[in-house]
């Protein structure tokens, strides 16, 4: 099966109108979300509890029809309880795999921050080399596998800071603030009635897309041209960062790769062959923030990554 850019562009407007039955504002967001999917990356979303992004995930999972699954990270969670292990079946005398519920293909980490560094770290085999190993054997994960994982913000009770590693597996991270008035009134009158769980299906979202149509959609990322000017643009960008005195560690080269992959696919969602410096600009703040590490003199006073991400966008001499 092969897909045309207009038909990538008809497919992101058929999920978007999917997910726009349930989830109210997000626009933003889901746009992000979309780009990683057709990237093949991984998505970090942080906000103050009761914002949607559980639900958002759920919305956006019921919108592909692609297999889902959902752990919900505790402090006492072992890494065994999200891979799986190798159980003795008696009857038999051999050791079956019991398979954890990472086997699928998007994998929601809900509250990722509030389990310890040594569970996080379970997913780290899994979201870069798509497979993982237990007791010395390997095992494939799907193709389209993808982590929708939600994070508390730092400053809440009873979260572990994700260590960088696990910080640079995701190809965005994505902040979900509250919404503003007019938003947050559409969301009552539309919830505001309903009693019990919110599930995708009570709002009619059906999935317009299937595991061969992503893939298609995925490959379709190969008619799109990334010009020289445009990779040099890319380049100059992640390494300013690391020349900043206001960053103590700046964006690594994997940064700047990912940047140039989620460029090309913002390109495809608006039906495009060739990358422009908007695409690069629009996507930096997410795919840069979550990377960098502010000196100690920019965090006494005050200073913020996302605006120091756009100055240097700014400052950045972008080709014509």
């Known amino acids: 099966m092969t897909m045309t850019l207009d038909d990538v562009r008809g497919l992101a407007h058929a999920i978007r109108g999917e997910v726009a039955k349930a989830v109210v504002g997000?626009?933003?967001t889901v746009e992000h979300l979309l780009v990683a999917l057709l990237a093949e990356g991984h998505v970090l979303?942080?906000?103050?509890?009761?914002?949607?992004k559980t639900f958002l995930a759920q919305c956006f999972a019921a919108s592909l029809g692609l297999d889902y699954g959902r752990i919900q990270f505790t402090p006492d969670l072992l890494p065994g309880d999200i891979l799986g292990s190798n159980l003795f079946n008696f009857q038999t005398s051999q050791f079956t795999l019991t398979r954890g519920p990472i086997f699928?293909?998007?994998?929601?980490?809900?509250?990722i921050n509030r389990t310890p560094p040594k569970t996080q770290a379970a997913l780290l085999e899994a979201m870069q080399e798509r497979h993982v190993t237990l007791d010395g054997e390997t095992h494939a994960l799907p193709g389209q596998f993808m982590v929708v994982a939600t994070q508390n913000p730092i400053e809440n009770q009873g979260v572990y800071p994700l260590?960088?590693?696990?910080?640079?597996?995701?190809?965005?991270?994505?902040?979900?603030p509250y919404p503003d008035e007019s938003e947050e009134a559409r969301i009552v009158e539309r919830f505001g009635k309903r009693q019990g769980p919110q599930r995708p299906a009570d709002f009619g979202i059906a999935a317009v897309a299937d595991g061969a149509r992503l893939d298609a959609a995925s490959a379709a990322l190969d008619q799109v041209t990334v010009a020289k000017e445009i990779v040099?643009?890319?380049?100059?960008?992640?390494?300013?960062?690391?020349?900043?005195?206001?960053?103590?560690s700046g964006a690594s080269p994997r940064a700047a790769v990912l940047l140039a992959n989620a460029a090309r696919?913002?390109?495809?969602?608006?039906?495009?062959?060739?990358?422009?410096?908007?695409?690069?600009?629009?996507l930096a703040v997410a795919v840069l923030r979550h990377r960098l590490v502010l000196s100690p003199a920019a965090e006494i006073e005050g200073r913020e990554i996302e605006v120091l991400v756009?100055?240097?966008?700014?400052?950045t001499e972008a080709p014509r």
């Open 26 to 28: 997000q626009d933003e």
């Open 310 to 315: 756009n100055e240097l966008v700014e400052a």
């Open 232 to 248: 040099d643009y890319v380049v100059r960008l992640v390494r300013a960062t690391r020349e900043n005195a206001d960053l103590s």
């Open 163 to 176: 260590p960088e590693a696990q910080l640079d597996r995701f190809l965005f991270k994505l902040l979900v």
């Open 104 to 111: 699928c293909e998007l994998l929601l980490a809900d509250e």
């Open 45 to 52: 979303l942080e906000g103050p509890p009761g914002t949607a």
């Open 265 to 282: 696919a913002r390109a495809a969602l608006d039906g495009r062959a060739y990358v422009i410096p908007d695409d690069v600009k629009a």
